[in-house]
């Protein structure tokens, strides 16, 4: 059975929420919308099935700890989180908590759609389809030994700058391994990758 398109909306800022919820609902979705973490949280036992974006810079509960509560409560809902631009680090946080994708604001309408679409598909397979860790571990060899130092950089929440630091290249280097390891993995979107590498169990340890 086709998973329903209703988006809840988690997030502070008001400006935020009416404007996407107006662009989703344009788009044929469902939405509902909380202004805070804990308001969605005291209904999260009681939502239909459907997708949650949900920022994670909130006052009272910031968006991670609010995924954390959601899957100890024992929710699957899928989650796209939403982060300030750049921050690599809380992405891949909340990506290891059971995120299924990020998205960076400010964001275009084509990314939040898309992004939304691949969440929705993902949630639809049957679990014989979904990424094995021994699947993912096999696309990962398919990589040169720089362009998996790229992936396992990302994994751990490391920026472009910051890889190229520790590995002794350019960003533009790392830039470049990185657009090669993306069209290896068969990926177009950082998210993808990340997934790939968390299914894998790269950073793990990190």
């Not at 999260?44 to 968006?63: F, K, S, Y």
């Not at 609010?66 to 989180?81: F, H, I, K, Y």
């Not at 290891?96 to 598909?121: C, M, S, W, Y």
């Amino acid at each position: 059975m086709s998973v329903e398109k209703l988006v809840y909306i988690v997030d502070d800022d008001g400006a935020i929420r009416r404007s996407t919820s107006l662009f989703l609902r344009t788009q044929g979705y469902a939405v509902e919308s909380y202004n805070s973490g804990v308001l969605f949280l005291e209904a999260a036992q009681t939502l239909r099935p459907g997708c949650v974006l949900l920022d994670v810079r909130m006052p009272e509960i910031d968006g991670v700890t609010v995924l954390e509560r959601l899957r100890a409560g024992g929710s699957d809902l899928p989650v796209v989180v939403m982060t300030a631009h750049g921050d690599i680090g809380t992405a891949v946080t909340a990506m290891r908590k059971g995120a299924h994708n990020f998205i960076e604001k400010p964001f275009e309408q084509d990314t939040i759609l898309q992004a939304l679409e691949e969440v929705f598909a993902i949630a639809e397979q049957a679990d014989a389809q979904r990424l094995t860790a021994a699947a993912a571990m096999s696309r990962i060899e398919t990589l040169t030994p720089r362009e998996r130092d790229v992936l396992e950089g990302l994994a751990a929440g490391q920026t472009n700058k910051m890889i190229a630091r520790a590995h002794g290249i350019s960003p533009r280097t790392v830039e470049i391994h990185r657009a090669n390891m993306m069209e290896k993995l068969g990926v177009h979107t950082l998210p993808e990758a990340l997934r790939i590498a968390l299914i894998a169990g790269l950073g793990t340890d990190l």
